[in-house]
């Protein structure tokens, strides 16, 4: 029997979900202070009214929904699902009213991608929009990428036990601190560490490179927040290419790969534990999916001839397959050179490293290292049972953080997970050949989307059909949610409507 | 039993929308002053790689001084004549080329196209490298002339009254939930204290 929520949960909801919303409102802060300090009057004017937006939804709802209850775990999955909806659909305001946008729709694309980190994006003339609205899609990707949730539970939650079930329902699940809390603010602790020394590094690059010191360090600050959230967004339409530098990209790619590092891994070596960089489990997958799908696209290319020289070669792969195994999207050719000169191959070995992606815990999207581990070990387990005397015990394990016997109800939770996101990549790419783009390019694309990645071939346009746009929605926000909270809101509506 | 139904209707609808989906739409990309324009450039690179190209557009962002050479990049896009904050309507994505050109002539450029600024739409003239092999495999023009065609200008995004009716509207209903809220806590975590009394 399903049983129907009561009002008392409804209550719940609404109260947490206003709490987040209020974050939202207050994180705009930021881009209305740089619209203000770059007298962008208008686009200022445009985070006033989206700050109170989201004030009246936040203080309405929590008005309406005043209760003493505590979180449980369906309440924390659906507030952080549903919490993703309505700061989209309010969250997109300053971008839909700054004029750039084709429809509300096109913003909501724009405003999932940044908080899932994906990257991919709909908004027109880029180059030419304000920098209080650059700032506000950067944030919100930063934002996005450490959790909204966790940004709520940091500063507007004061602890609650139930704080943790919202937390996990953000597709976080580790606890680095006894208290879910403390674990937000430890995360914080990394990243903002991270953001000042990423920062500097890239405005003084910057700099260097000739930029005036304004736009060095807001540059800097921006290619940070896009690359340590692995989303991928740019402050030009020409992504990270517009510096035209080694030491750019080498800074750029330190910083998403240390983005797409578990936040138990930080903290792991945070509090001096530097072995654990090369024993992880994610860190090795990574290391030899990266190295494998390196060589295929490498060897395509130089087949192929696109590359003069063999640095080139090698500078272009590297980075463009990095930046896809982070699930970033920070790309140095233009979204068309994938077909017109990396080719089938080159294309699949970049699909393959998206569809994997990077750490769990972290900013990134995709299958997940660990998982991908987590199903190798289970499979050479399976061989060395079948080889072994029937008496004979087969254990396995894996190291992250701590030695982690293999067991058959983790195996089963894994392949559930991964079985979700391969079937998700694949409706989402059978929509896109059924809208006529090649197979080829639709896989890539719904893999770049549902893995929250953000490089792009060229089928997300403003001219995209709509629904195509709203399945890619649909696919980032599940993708970043892995799936669990995203039931557990659809289960939630049901029950509303058929439980008793 | 229900719940199995309405997962079949709603995976039918999904698989009848899809399969009932239009063509893609062609895209309405505004003209570009050259031909062959980036796009043209980036779809057959193969074609123009080595030849000598002549490219119009405006000058955007800013310009990198690299020793006597220097980096600025050029839109053709539906954006290069009028942006979107003067009222030019929504016509893609931006579109342009990185041009490596002698860091002395970029004095010619005064505006370089931002929020605030229309940037100068310039000429040059240089060959058109797929994947140049100076720059790390970087798409790009090398040219050694470069023209101002039409000069830029400061672009002022106009305040629009509405939005200000309407922040203001939206500010007073949120000081008053506010007010609301702040009333209705302060009233719930004064009422166990006086139960208890």
């Known amino acids: ?500 | 039993m229900a719940g199995h139904h309405t997962a079949v209707r709603f995976a039918t609808l999904l698989l009848i929308v899809g399969l009932s989906a239009p063509a893609i739409p062609a895209f309405a990309q505004a003209p570009s002053p050259n031909s062959p324009d980036s796009i043209g450039l980036v779809e057959q690179p193969k074609k123009y790689d080595g030849k000598t190209v002549e490219f119009t557009g405006e000058a955007i962002g800013e310009v990198m001084v690299r020793g006597e050479y220097a980096w600025i990049h050029i839109n053709d896009d539906a954006y290069y004549a009028k942006n979107v904050e003067e009222g030019a309507p929504l016509g893609g994505y931006n579109s342009g080329m990185a041009v490596w050109v002698p860091a002395g002539i970029t004095s010619r450029i005064m505006h370089y196209g931002d929020y605030q600024h229309e940037g100068d739409v310039v000429t040059v003239r240089g060959v058109f490298n797929a994947a140049c092999a100076e720059h790390g495999g970087d798409m790009d023009i090398h040219a050694e002339e470069l023209v101002v065609d039409v000069q830029g200008r400061h672009v002022v995004d106009e305040v629009k009254p509405w939005k200000l009716w309407l922040a203001i509207a939206l500010s007073l209903i949120a000081a008053l939930l506010y007010a609301m809220h702040r009333s209705g806590e302060a009233s719930r975590t004064l009422g166990p204290v006086s139960r208890r009394r």
């Open chain 1, 1 to 500: 029997m399903i049983v129907k929520p009561r009002a008392g949960d409804h209550l719940v909801v609404g109260k947490y979900t206003g709490k987040v919303i209020v974050g939202v409102g207050l994180l705009m802060v930021v881009p209305l202070l740089t619209s203000i300090a770059y007298h962008e009057w208008d686009t200022a004017l445009d985070f006033v009214i989206s700050i109170m937006a989201c004030l009246v939804f936040g203080f309405g709802a929590q008005i309406l929904s005043r209760t003493d209850r505590d979180l449980g775990w369906s309440h924390g999955l659906v507030v952080a699902a549903g919490s993703w909806v309505w700061a989209t659909l309010l969250g997109c305001l300053p971008l839909y009213l700054s004029g750039h946008e084709g429809s509300y729709l096109n913003a909501m694309f724009d405003v999932m991608s940044g908080y899932t980190t994906t990257g991919l994006y709909l908004l027109q003339d880029l180059d030419h929009i304000a920098n209080g609205l650059n700032m506000w899609r950067h944030l919100l990707t930063y934002a996005g990428g450490q959790g909204i949730v966790v940004i709520a539970l940091t500063f507007l939650f004061k602890g609650t036990a139930g704080a943790y079930k919202v937390y996990v329902g953000e597709g976080k699940d580790e606890r680095l601190l006894p208290n879910v809390v403390q674990t937000a603010r430890a995360i914080w602790l990394v990243s903002l560490t991270w953001l000042v020394l990423g920062t500097v590094a890239l405005s003084g690059v910057g700099l260097a490179l000739g930029q005036a010191p304004g736009r060095a360090f807001l540059h800097g600050l921006w290619i940070f927040m896009g690359g340590w959230s692995t989303g991928g967004f740019a402050p030009q339409s020409y992504n990270t290419v517009w510096f035209h530098s080694l030491a750019y990209e080498v800074i750029a790619a330190v910083v998403f790969i240390a983005g797409s590092f578990n936040f138990a891994l930080h903290w792991a070596m945070w509090t001096g534990n530097r072995k654990e960089i090369v024993r992880n489990i994610e860190v090795l997958s990574f290391t030899i999916t990266l190295t494998l799908m390196t060589l295929v696209a490498t060897f395509a290319l130089a087949k192929a001839g696109v590359y003069p020289t063999a640095m080139t070669l090698f500078r272009k792969v590297f980075y463009q397959l990095a930046s896809g195994h982070t699930t970033t999207g920070f790309s140095t050719i233009y979204s068309r050179a994938f077909v017109t000169q990396w080719g089938p191959i080159g294309m699949l070995a970049v699909t393959v490293v998206m569809a994997i992606g990077a750490s769990a815990c972290s900013t990134a999207g995709g299958i997940k290292g660990i998982r991908i581990g987590v199903i190798t070990k289970a499979f050479i387990q399976d061989i060395r049972r079948m080889i072994s005397p029937e008496s004979a015990v087969v254990c396995s394990r894996y190291h992250h953080i701590r030695d982690i016997a293999l067991d058959d109800a983790m195996v089963r939770t894994v392949m559930t997970i991964t079985l979700c996101y391969l079937t998700t990549y694949m409706i989402t790419a059978l929509i896109g050949v059924a809208y006529g783009y090649d197979l080829s390019s639709s896989a890539f694309e719904a893999v770049s989307a549902v893995s929250n990645t953000g490089l792009s071939c060229g089928v997300t346009s403003p001219a995209m059909p709509d629904f195509l746009k709203v399945v890619y929605i649909f696919g980032m926000w599940l993708g970043r949610l892995e799936f669990m909270s995203v039931f557990a809101l659809a289960g939630y509506l049901f029950s509303m409507a058929r439980g008793r």
